[in-house]
């Protein structure tokens, strides 16, 4: 099977051409910041305690929400749907950002005893938080029995970094705790949603992309 990829061709009009033309002359320095997406999975180990470790760059990218959901015996599989996750009986989890731990305090959690609001809060307050939509509109859209049997997902909100981490955050840990043995086959996910921050620098006639 052959998958093209179609690129948007973005052609400035002249005058913003001629604008940015006059900056390049100038050698002016700009700043550029977007934010980014990045995904990573691994396989989990028939455990109750799990770490996994995150990649990110450090310096130039901050991390601001990590999204974490587990999925079992789903890959490659007609049987089962790949947009279901699973909860595994999860009793707590938390980030470390350079050791400093998100949240400060333990979430526990009991699926079987539907023990685990904060987590559905979590998960609720992304869309609110990230799209910034009032919340008198609503949240995701996921009611609670649906995110216990269906959308599991765990939602870590670490924009609230203090100064000595905002240096730049050179290592992301996970920590999971399970309430039984993790089942064989059983895959992480992670979604990691950062603001990248970068400075375009002309040097008269072209302009180049700089790190922070």
């Known amino acids: 099977m052959d998958i093209s990829w179609f690129m948007p061709q973005i052609q400035l009009t002249p005058e913003y051409l001629t604008g940015m033309r006059a900056l390049i002359e100038q ?7 977007f934010r980014a997406r990045t995904s990573e999975q691994t396989m989990l180990t028939e455990t109750q305690n799990f770490s996994w470790r995150l990649a990110v760059t450090g310096g130039v990218e901050k991390p601001r929400w990590i999204i974490i959901g587990f999925q079992t015996a ?23 950002l350079n050791s400093e731990r998100y949240p400060m305090l333990d979430i ?18 992304f869309k609110k938080d990230y799209y ?61 949603i950062s603001d990248r921050f970068y400075k375009l620098s002309s040097d008269g006639k072209n302009m180049s992309v700089v790190s922070i």
């Open 27 to 33: 050698k002016i320095t700009l700043p550029l910041a």
């Open 74 to 96: 789903k890959i490659d599989s007609q049987q089962q749907n790949p947009a279901v996750f699973d909860h595994l009986n999860l009793r707590n989890a938390y980030i470390t």
């Open 108 to 125: 526990k959690t009991n699926f079987d005893k539907n023990e685990f609001m904060k987590l559905y809060d979590m998960f609720d307050e």
């Open 132 to 192: 910034g939509i009032d919340s008198l509109v609503g949240g995701t859209q996921v009611n609670v029995a649906a995110y216990k049997s269906l959308f599991p997902i765990i939602v870590f909100e670490v924009r609230k970094q203090n100064e000595r981490i905002k240096v730049g955050v050179m290592d992301i840990q996970v920590k999971f705790e399970f309430g039984e043995a993790v089942p064989a086959n059983t895959t992480a996910y992670a979604i990691i």
